[in-house]
């Protein structure tokens, strides 16, 4: 018996080392794994926008909201700023239209001719065909979103994103509401909801990054003239 636990004692004094140092070996990959995943959400966090990964969503900027929409004209310029700033850096726009038979067609000046318009009755862009457009996309992991109207459409839009995990860039200067009210207190619901408010100038120069941009004249061509006045500058006495 005394020989018997002397070879259990001698046992365990191997399998003992053998388990610590598995359990060690376990813990530094927990770790190394942890903190690899806290730097990519650190990352993430940042909000810096790639042209690999995003999808431009033009949201409802339609005929019949022409003559209610605060600074109409402005927010379909700079959209259509940044559809052509898409097309020369390879970034896939998607565009819906809500109710088209009832609030008609998009408005020629953005220049969305050749897209297929996605007719919707839900607030929310992301209906059916827009979600397995994303996906035939591969599933982008940013979207820049503009049109209208931020507390309707682009807020519900947002939302739905942000719960699939997908980074949403808002561009301030391309968006807008029938009130100023609706549309700055949107501006400030969402931004405290996780998204990212920016402008179409500052989106174009973080997409090329360096005068060396291979596209970067092009884009500096769509900078000629800075942005219009949106009637922003109020909301940024209350960030």
């Given at each position: 018996?005394?020989?018997?636990?002397?070879?259990?004692?001698?046992?365990?004094?191997?399998?003992?080392?053998?388990?610590?140092?598995?359990w060690?070996?376990?813990?530094?990959?927990?770790v190394?794994?942890?903190?690899?995943?806290?730097?990519?959400?650190?990352?993430?966090?940042?909000?810096r926008?790639?042209?690999?990964?995003?999808?431009?969503l033009?949201?409802?900027?339609?005929?019949?909201?022409?003559?209610?929409?605060?600074?109409?004209?402005?927010?379909?310029?700079?959209a259509?700023?940044?559809?052509?700033?898409?097309?020369?850096?390879?970034?896939?726009?998607?565009?819906?239209?809500?109710?088209?038979?009832?609030?008609?067609?998009?408005?020629?000046?953005l220049?969305?001719?050749?897209?297929?318009?996605?007719?919707?009755?839900?607030?929310?862009?992301?209906?059916?065909?827009?979600?397995?457009?994303?996906?035939a996309?591969?599933n982008p992991?940013?979207?820049?979103?503009?049109?209208?109207?931020a507390?309707?459409?682009?807020?519900?839009?947002?939302?739905?994103?942000?719960?699939?995990?997908?980074?949403?860039?808002?561009?301030?200067?391309?968006?807008?509401?029938r009130s100023?009210?609706?549309?700055?207190?949107?501006?400030?619901?969402?931004?405290?909801?996780?998204?990212?408010?920016?402008?179409?100038?500052?989106?174009?120069?973080?997409?090329?990054?360096?005068?060396k941009?291979?596209?970067?004249k092009?884009?500096?061509?769509?900078?000629?003239?800075?942005?219009?006045?949106?009637?922003?500058?109020?909301?940024?006495?209350?960030?």
């Open positions: 018996m005394a020989a018997i636990g002397s070879k259990n004692r001698q046992s365990r004094r191997h399998v003992t080392p053998l388990l610590i140092g598995r060690a070996a376990v813990f530094i990959k927990s190394e794994l942890v903190c690899l995943l806290f730097s990519y959400m650190l990352v993430a966090s940042i909000g926008l790639s042209t690999k990964d995003a999808v431009l033009l949201c409802d900027m339609q005929e019949k909201f022409r003559p209610n929409i605060f600074q109409f004209p402005n927010i379909v310029s700079n259509a700023r940044l559809l052509k700033a898409s097309r020369v850096l390879g970034i896939p726009p998607i565009l819906t239209e809500q109710y088209p038979k009832g609030l008609g067609p998009t408005v020629p000046e220049e969305a001719a050749d897209l297929t318009a996605y007719a919707k009755t839900s607030f929310t862009m992301m209906i059916d065909e827009v979600e397995k457009q994303m996906q996309l591969g992991k940013q979207a820049i979103l503009c049109g209208i109207e507390h309707a459409c682009i807020a519900c839009t947002t939302y739905d994103l942000l719960e699939k995990g997908i980074e949403v860039h808002i561009v301030a200067d391309a968006v807008s509401s100023q009210t609706d549309r700055l207190f949107a501006l400030s619901r969402l931004k405290q909801s996780g998204a990212f408010l920016t402008t179409t100038e500052a989106v174009l120069l973080q997409l090329v990054q360096d005068a941009h291979p596209n970067f092009e884009i500096q061509k769509l900078l000629a003239h800075p942005s219009p006045d949106t009637g922003l500058l109020s909301f940024f006495s209350a960030l």
